[in-house]
């Protein structure tokens, strides 16, 4: 079976990314559009390019022929998705945080889960220095992220809606999200793990 995301998964962390240049574009957008370019094999990143890179011929085509998915762009607010109009999760959340030195932290969660229960998810967080336009991999933000999660039984998903990142347990029977088992929130430079209670 194809797995897109353990592709992305494999590769990310490797090297930095030149961030597309783009002057009418929101900074998310732009940081969107060039993790979408640069992991086009996973398909809502594809679609979310293709929103960024043309919205009007976008719209065109979801009017003529449909994508089959929604983008909701709150570019003011720093937050990007993409998400199937599916039973079962198929998306891609983008948000960015500006850091008191100047850089901008950017998260990327990706997540395509299955009736099986073998979902696939990355979570992968950039620091972008507008001195070199350059994404670098944040490995050590990613780790702790990951560490958290592995904490728990059960499937998680990650939503970056809120300037606060919060994971929920999956309940697959009910087909529902239950019990926020931890959040991380932003500190003006990074985003500090804050476990709730069950």
């Given at each position: 079976?194809?797995?897109?995301?353990?592709?992305?998964?494999?590769?990310?962390?490797?090297?930095?990314?030149?961030?597309?240049?783009?002057?009418?574009?929101?900074?998310?957008?732009?940081?969107?559009?060039?993790?979408?370019?640069?992991?086009?094999?996973?398909?809502?990143?594809?679609?979310?390019?293709d929103y960024?890179?043309?919205?009007?011929?976008?719209?065109?085509?979801?009017?003529?022929?449909?994508?089959?998915?929604?983008?909701?762009?709150?570019?003011?607010?720093?937050?990007?998705?993409?998400?199937?109009?599916?039973?079962?999760?198929?998306?891609?959340?983008?948000?960015?945080?500006?850091?008191?030195?100047?850089?901008?932290?950017?998260?990327?969660?990706?997540?395509?889960?299955?009736?099986?229960?073998?979902?696939?998810?990355?979570l992968a967080?950039?620091?972008?220095?507008?001195?070199?336009?350059?994404?670098?991999?944040?490995?050590?933000?990613?780790?702790?992220?990951?560490?958290?999660?592995?904490?728990?039984?059960?499937?998680?998903?990650?939503?970056?809606?809120?300037?606060?990142?919060?994971?929920?347990?999956?309940?697959?029977?009910?087909?529902?999200?239950?019990?926020?088992?931890?959040?991380?929130?932003?500190?003006?430079?990074?985003?500090?793990?804050?476990?709730?209670?069950?």
């Open positions: 079976m194809d797995d897109p995301i353990g592709i992305v998964r494999s590769v990310w962390e490797l090297a930095p990314i030149p961030v597309i240049p783009a002057e009418e574009m929101a900074d998310i957008e732009r940081f969107a559009l060039t993790f979408c370019n640069e992991y086009s094999t996973y398909v809502p990143n594809k679609v979310l390019y960024l890179k043309d919205q009007a011929k976008f719209k065109e085509d979801l009017e003529r022929i449909g994508y089959g998915f929604n983008v909701d762009n709150q570019k003011e607010e720093g937050y990007i998705l993409c998400r199937a109009e599916t039973q079962f999760s198929n998306d891609t959340d983008c948000r960015c945080w500006k850091r008191d030195n100047g850089h901008t932290l950017v998260a990327f969660w990706m997540e395509e889960a299955h009736e099986s229960g073998d979902d696939e998810e990355l967080f950039y620091d972008y220095d507008p001195a070199n336009n350059t994404m670098t991999p944040e490995l050590g933000l990613t780790k702790k992220v990951a560490e958290t999660m592995a904490q728990y039984d059960g499937g998680y998903t990650v939503r970056l809606e809120d300037q606060e990142i919060s994971g929920y347990k999956n309940n697959v029977e009910k087909d529902i999200y239950e019990n926020t088992e931890y959040s991380m929130r932003w500190n003006g430079n990074d985003l500090s793990l804050v476990k709730t209670e069950e």
